[in-house]
């Protein structure tokens, strides 16, 4: 099906790969119905684009893409409503946020990870609790000279 | 704002569906039981705030943004088929039409 993206135009998507969220991204309760696109010259990003509201998507990474170290449970409660039977059936991105001042200073949110099971496509945004995850945890040290610069 | 006094061990009711119990209050803390239906949803509020506001931020996010950001991560991190692997995990992932 063809779905309406501000920032990618119109798109093709297949109806199988778009993620049902039982829960809602925090702030955007209207958008249900989510798909991961591919913008970009590596893998070290994604887009989540809702499906049924053109304007809302979110620019999604791994921690371990960039060697941070992350762990968290998913509690009884969420494993059912997503239907989850197998970890290997779970796929967990996160939301990055890149300030338009300096892009040096972007964070990922660790504190509500995105949880997907890819067996059924159910999803939602988990709010970890007990954790000193940050919602907003630089991806790079605040350090600016450490950062290797490569051209384009 | 209604305001109610309860002891340890009583409960409000909201909505019949909805219970909370003061399972325990000293000091600074009051430990609360909520016990709702599962399509209703509790957060602690400042994790609450500051998920919202790290998503809003987010969605403001424009694709030349997130170039700018891929530049400045060392090639060396961008090549690993590994990493496109634990994206496809399952999932294909849909490119972006060129047209």
């Known amino acids: 099906m063809k779905i309406e993206t501000v920032r990618f135009g119109s798109i093709e998507v297949d109806e199988k790969l778009i993620f049902e969220f039982v829960r809602p991204i925090i702030g955007y309760d209207e958008a249900h119905k989510f798909v991961l696109v591919e913008n970009g010259q590596n893998n070290l990003f994604r887009w989540l684009q ?75 945004q988990l709010v ?17 000279s450490s950062i290797k ?4 | 704002m209604l305001v109610l006094s309860r002891k340890n061990g009583q409960k409000i009711i909201i ?15 009051v430990k609360l ?18 998920i919202k506001y790290a998503n809003i931020k987010s969605n403001e996010t424009t694709s030349e943004l997130v170039s700018q950001l891929e530049n400045l991560i060392p090639k060396e991190n961008k090549t690993e088929d590994a990493k496109s ?5 399952k999932t294909k992932i849909i490119k972006k039409k060129n047209d």
């Open chain 2, 15 to 29: 909505n019949e569906d909805i219970e909370i119990l003061v399972i325990e209050c000293s000091q600074n803390i």
């Open chain 2, 85 to 89: 692997v634990q994206w496809n995990k």
């Open chain 1, 50 to 124: 809702a499906v049924d509201a053109p304007e809302i998507a979110f620019p999604v990474s791994m921690p371990s893409l960039f060697n941070i170290e992350y762990q968290f449970e998913i509690d009884d409660e969420y494993v059912e409503i997503l239907g989850l039977n197998s970890q290997n059936d779970l796929l967990t991105f996160n939301i990055v946020n890149i300030p338009n001042s300096n892009p040096k200073d972007s964070t990922i949110n660790l504190l509500g990870p995105i949880i997907i099971n890819v067996n059924n496509n159910k999803g939602m």
């Open chain 1, 128 to 144: 970890l609790s007990g954790t000193d995850y940050q919602a907003r945890q630089r991806l790079f040290p605040k350090d600016v």
């Open chain 2, 33 to 50: 039981g909520i016990s709702a239906p599962r399509d209703v949803k509790v957060y602690r509020e400042e994790v609450y705030r500051e």
């Open chain 1, 149 to 152: 610069e490569v051209g384009v």
